[in-house]
Nanobody
């Protein structure tokens, strides 16, 4: 079965950096896009960044210039480099992979930005 595992979250001070990784195991057909979403307590799960199979990227306005999404050549791993972190970036970050009309989600990794 398909399993999505995120890693790299943790506690970081404002202005610091973290690099999240998302590794997919199992077979996913027709991968279209991979992305990161986040959900803060009491809020909706929002898009952070996505990258398509063609390499096109999209970012939420709140993270532009600070976060960078990337993937490996096999498109089985996606990363999120987060720089200049702010307290408002605190959330559970979820990896998502779209394969055909299916969406695969990880369990999430906690990112806490606090001094």
């Amino acid at each position: 079965q398909v399993q999505i595992v995120e890693s790299g979250g943790g506690l970081v001070q404002p202005g610091g950096s973290l690099r999240l990784s998302c590794a997919a195991s199992g077979i996913i057909f027709s991968v279209y896009a991979m992305g990161w979403y986040r959900q803060a307590p009491g809020k909706q799960r929002d898009l952070v960044a996505t990258i398509t199979s063609g390499g096109s990227t999209d970012y939420a306005d709140s993270v532009k210039g600070r976060f960078t999404i990337s993937r490996d050549s096999a498109e089985n791993t996606v990363y999120l480099q987060m720089n200049s972190l702010r307290p408002e970036d605190t959330a559970v970050y979820y990896c998502n992979i779209r394969g055909g009309n299916r969406y695969y989600w990880g369990q999430g990794t906690q990112v806490t930005v606090s001094s």
